[in-house]
């Protein structure tokens, strides 16, 4: 051995703490995207915990009932209909969601947040210039509020929301797509017609 394989050799004998050989156990996996192991309900679960602690929630509802707002929310349900579900008011869920940082298009869609976002009118004043009731300046206010708290937490909690029950969505219309279409190509060509 000359000189540099020598020196590198003490070097690797004083790192290793006298082992000859290092060997890195290796692990085997499929493809590079990470996937959480815990249920989606777990997931969830954590998701409004998270949220109860970090925001003072203005809500009665459970965790429980909390996460069947947010599954209702994904499936396009209503607040009327959820409330229903729920036995409450359909404006306690309005108040979930938003909780939730669940914002529906249609939440605010006939006046502008940012028109009124940093307005200090009073809701009389603001009622009158957009010609909406004071409760629906109040519904837009509490709109524009989770917004920009969604916001502050970089949309953390509504991206999260979205792996877990959009994804799984669009998952089950995939393979149920994927179902459909294997089912076409398996008998494609085939007689339906057929008398015994």
Same mark, same amino acid.
């Given at each position: 051995?000359?000189?540099?394989? +020598? +020196? &590198?050799?003490?070097?690797?004998?004083?790192?290793?703490?006298?082992?000859? @050989?290092?060997?890195?156990?290796?692990?085997?996996?499929?493809?590079?995207?990470?996937?959480?192991?815990?249920?989606?309900?777990?997931?969830?679960? %954590?998701?409004?915990?998270?949220?109860?602690?970090?925001? +003072?929630?203005? @809500?009665?509802?459970?965790?429980?009932?909390?996460?069947?707002?947010?599954?209702?929310?994904?499936?396009?349900? %209503?607040?009327?209909?959820?409330?229903?579900?729920?036995?409450?008011?359909?404006? !306690?869920?309005? !108040?979930?969601? =938003?909780?939730?940082? &669940?914002?529906?298009?249609?939440?605010?869609?006939?006046?502008? =947040?940012?028109?009124?976002?940093? $307005?200090? !009118?009073?809701?009389?004043? &603001?009622?009158?210039?957009?010609?909406?009731?004071?409760?629906?300046?109040?519904?837009? $206010?509490?709109?524009?509020?989770?917004?920009?708290? %969604?916001?502050?937490?970089?949309?953390?909690?509504?991206? !999260?929301?979205?792996?877990?029950?959009?994804?799984?969505? &669009?998952?089950?219309?995939? @393979?149920?797509?994927?179902?459909?279409?294997?089912?076409?190509?398996?008998?494609?060509?085939?007689?339906?017609?057929?008398?015994?």
């Amino acid at each position: 051995m000359n000189d540099k394989t +020598e +020196e &590198l050799r003490d070097i690797f004998t004083d790192v290793t703490d006298g082992e000859e @050989t290092v060997t890195e156990s290796q692990e085997n996996t499929r493809g590079s995207l990470e996937r959480d192991e815990r249920s989606d309900a777990d997931r969830l679960e %954590s998701v409004v915990q998270q949220m109860r602690e970090r925001y +003072e929630f203005e @809500t009665e509802l459970s965790d429980d009932e909390l996460i069947r707002v947010a599954k209702a929310f994904y499936d396009g349900t %209503s607040d009327a209909e959820i409330a229903d579900e729920l036995g409450v008011e359909a404006a !306690e869920v309005f !108040e979930a969601r =938003l909780s939730l940082h &669940l914002v529906g298009e249609d939440d605010a869609d006939e006046v502008d =947040l940012a028109a009124i976002r940093d $307005r200090e !009118e009073d809701d009389t004043t &603001l009622a009158a210039e957009y010609d909406v009731s004071e409760a629906r300046i109040r519904r837009y $206010r509490r709109v524009a509020d989770a917004k920009d708290q %969604s916001r502050a937490a970089n949309d953390r909690y509504r991206d !999260e929301f979205d792996s877990i029950l959009a994804d799984a969505d &669009l998952s089950e219309r995939m @393979t149920s797509d994927l179902r459909e279409d294997g089912l076409e190509d398996a008998t494609e060509g085939m007689e339906t017609d057929v008398e015994f």
